[in-house]
Every structure is written in C-alpha cells, then in structure tokens.
C-alpha cells in the first residue's frame, strides 16, 4: 500500500492544482467620448485596458478569488459604475454614453447579478425618483426625527421589494443576493444618522429636551442594521470601502449628537463600550474611533484630547496613533490667537505672494479647487458679493488652489472672472505646503486671519453664510 500511496502522491504533485478558470469582461460603449483606457478597480487592485476606436474594451483575469463575488468598480471620461465578477464569468457590458446609467446592460455569464446591480443604481440613486422618494429629497430644516424614520423606511423598503422581485424572477445568486442586502440596510443606517448632522446645522434643540438634537430612542434603528459584518467588507473593493467609511463618517454623529465630544477624559471609555457593543470589535470599531480622534481634531480640540487617553489606551502601538499624536500637536499650534501658518506660492501673474507681504490686512483664507463642487459653487455663487462689500477697505480674500493644473487653474479664473482688486489667487500644484501646515482634510476650507498673522478662526463661516460671515469679517476689522 505505501509505494501505491506514494506514487498516488507523486502524481499529484507533478499534475498540479487545477487553474482557476478564466473570467472574462468585455464592453461596447456607444457614443464613447475619444479617450484611450478603461480603467477598473478589480478589489483594491487597479487595471486597465484600451479603447478602440469602435468602443470596444476587453479584460482577462485567471486570479479572482471563488468563495464571493469581486466587487469592480468601472471607470471611463469620469464615469463610473459598480459590477461583479466570479471565477469563470463571460460578462459583457453594453451601454449608450449619451444615457450612461440608463442603457446599462449585461449579457453572458454573471450578467443576472450585475443586471440587478445596473436596475437598482438607475431606479433608486441616478434615475428620476419613482414610487417612494428619496430620504435625502424629502429633507427640509421642519423634518423630525419621526418623518426621517418613516421616509427612510419607506424608501429601504421599496429597495428590498425590488431586490425580492429581482430575485423571484432571475437566479439571483445567494452571495449577490446577501451583499445586496447589505448594502440596501448600510446605506439605510447611513442615511438616518446623516440626518442627526442635518438637523443639528439646521434646526432649534426641541423644547422639551434643548440639549438633544434628536431623542435617545432615535438611534433604536441600529440594532436592525448589519452593522456585525462592517469589517468583513472592508478591503473587498473601492466601492464596499466607500459606503462603510461613509457609514462611519456618519456614526459619528452616534456617538457625538451634539456635535462635540465631552470634555471629562472619564467619558472616553464610554464610547467605546458603545462603539464596541453595535460594531463589534473589529476593524470597523478601531477604523471609527480612529476617524473620529481625526476629525474631532479639526473642530473640538478640547473633546478630542479628553478623549486621547483612551484611544492610546487601545491603538498603543499603532501607527495612527503616532499620526494622531503628531496631528495633536500640530493643532494646537492653529489655536486661536497663534500665528498663522506662513507660505509663499506664486500667484495668477508669475509672482510670489507670501502671508508676510498682507500683514496690516485681515486675511480671509479660502482652500479650494477647480475639481470640488462645493467650492466653485460657493465661488461662483457667493464670493463675488462678499469681495464686493469689502472693496476698498483692509480685507484680502486669499484663494490657495490645491492640486489643480496651472492651466484649468488660469483658466477657470479668466472664465469665471474669479478675480478682483481685493483677492489674491495662488495655486499650490498638490498637497505640500501650505494645505498640510494648516491641516486642511475637507474642500473648501476658510480661515480668518488678523493683520497681526495671527489666527481669528480655523473655521471661518463660508461665504454663503452671508452675513454671518460679514460679520465675522467685520469683527476682525475691529480689534
């Protein structure tokens, strides 16, 4: 029998293990803008293949894992969808540019999945609302916790009755099935505790209870959300790491209703009894309070550094934790009344413009970029009164572009006549210098700035705030 067994062995050996099987994913875009590579996210790892001048695209792979779907994230002249693939798919994708979301569809091995995913991201995130509408278009400053709860409801609902439909009619794999689920119910929790922010900027405390900005039972709706299976979806792909950190960003608001952490150092244990009974103690609990110690760095020093203690107690060793202390330290060095940050960069014309050249002027400082909505809106739609109501008097409206390319840069600023005889615009090519000193995380940024250099404020109102911010500006001119 041993000579069989080792022979049997040998035989084995030198066969090798089966190879997995090939996957295949190949595309017609139609009316595809000129461009040369379609790009995907394939889990965490990025590839891409060409164009051609017909709008074909084609990807082989021989390595995706078996056990789950591979979420991919498909990118081409800035857009994008989410799809799966298994060992073994002949997917093929097919879709008019002009209508991208719209014409999506699959065909061949793995399309039932990904025709699901294709239907759901049109009917319920980039279509026109149908049936229930979305949470988020409901929103309103008069909307209570109780009307958020039934608008979020109704809306998961209608997704779940959608996936159940899908499901009865096509062979919806179980794993595409439980993943689809996950997401309806994450994106469920998130958009309920997106609404404790919303309502915090934008309605009075009750009066039965001023200092909540929503009651305790509000946050009953977590114990029916998957919030255990967080951490196995980290790292699975660019999309699942994008709603879990977006899950996160807005737990924070669980933890934190009001806004701002306490400042008794006793508190910290707290929230991570609470964060570790709803998230578990995984990656998800440790990614949270990470985020959280980050954030509250920005904009509550003094509950951030109650709260360090504890943090260090639990990521002694980590290296976020010398970030975070390293963050700590820089901080306290933007404190009010210390001297702002210098910098010199080049300015529209070819000249170096430093903070030392506007000492004698207060300083409203604007981080910004021709790639953030959010800032050319307020660029476009605000500043130009705001400039308009200090010209001529000891105000200077600074404008550091961060990683922008000098000729969009110029560009925009010709085209949309962002300059005038009282603003200053500067362009720092990427994350070096002054972004990093004055620890900008979040576009646009505003700082207020005396005509000592010293600092006002770390979070100037921004200029759509109107006269709050006039008269921030103001109260800088006086002292």
Not at 4 to 22: C, D
Not at 68 to 97: E, I, N
Request: with cysteine; glycine share 6%.
């Amino acid at each position: 029998m041993l000579p069989s067994l080792w022979l049997f062995a040998l035989s084995a050996a030198l066969v090798g293990s089966p190879k997995p099987p090939r996957t295949v994913f190949s595309g017609h875009l139609a009316n595809a803008p000129a461009g040369d590579t379609v790009r995907l996210f394939v889990g965490e790892k990025r590839v891409k293949a060409p164009l051609s001048p017909s709008g074909d695209f084609r990807f082989e792979f021989n390595d995706l894992p078996g056990a789950t779907p591979t979420p991919v994230h498909f990118t081409y002249a800035r857009q994008s969808t989410r799809l799966y693939l298994l060992p073994g798919d002949q997917l093929h994708l097919t879709l008019d540019f002009k209508d991208f979301d719209k014409s999506l569809v699959y065909s061949g091995r793995g399309s039932v999945a990904n025709n699901y995913l294709a239907q759901a991201l049109w009917k319920f995130e980039f279509g026109p609302a149908d049936g229930a509408p979305r949470p988020t278009d409901q929103l309103k400053p008069s909307t209570t916790p109780a009307e958020m709860r039934r608008n979020a409801d109704a809306f998961r609902q209608q997704r779940l009755a959608f996936l159940a439909a899908y499901a009865k009619a096509h062979p919806l794999p179980a794993a595409a099935r439980r993943d689809a689920e996950f997401a309806i119910n994450i994106q469920w929790a998130t958009q309920l505790l997106n609404y404790v922010g919303y309502r915090r900027a934008n309605a009075a405390p009750t009066e039965a209870a001023p200092s909540e900005v929503v009651p305790p039972a509000y946050f009953d709706f977590l114990q029916q959300a998957p919030l255990k299976e967080l951490s196995q979806h980290l790292g699975r792909g660019i999309d699942e790491n994008t709603a879990v950190a977006q899950f996160l960003y807005a737990y924070q608001d669980r933890l934190a209703p009001s806004g701002t952490l306490s400042p008794d150092p006793a508190a910290g244990p707290g929230l991570y009894r609470l964060a570790t009974s709803e998230l578990g103690e995984g990656k998800a609990r440790d990614m949270e309070m990470q985020m959280l110690m980050m954030w509250k760095l920005e904009k509550d020093l003094p509950g951030a550094l109650a709260l360090y203690p504890t943090f260090r107690l639990h990521n002694a060793d980590s290296a976020l934790a010398r970030t975070v202390r390293r963050s700590i330290a820089q901080r306290q060095l933007l404190a009010v009344g210390r001297p702002a940050p210098a910098f010199a960069l080049l300015d529209n014309t070819g000249k170096q413009v430093s903070l030392a050249d506007l000492r004698g002027k207060v300083v409203y400082l604007d981080f910004w970029g021709t790639w953030c909505a959010p800032c050319m809106h307020e660029m476009t739609t605000f500043s130009h009164d705001l400039k308009k109501k200090f010209e001529g008097r000891d105000v200077v409206f600074v404008y550091i572009s961060v990683g922008d390319p000098e000729d969009k840069w110029q560009k925009t600023l010709a085209e949309s006549h962002f300059t005038s005889p009282n603003s200053v615009h500067l362009r720092e090519p990427k994350e070096t210098s002054a972004s990093v000193a004055y620890q900008v995380n979040e576009y646009p940024t505003y700082w207020l700035i005396g005509r000592d250099g010293r600092i006002i404020d770390a979070h100037a109102p921004r200029p759509m705030e109107g006269a709050k911010t006039v008269a921030a500006i103001e109260q800088a001119l006086a002292r």
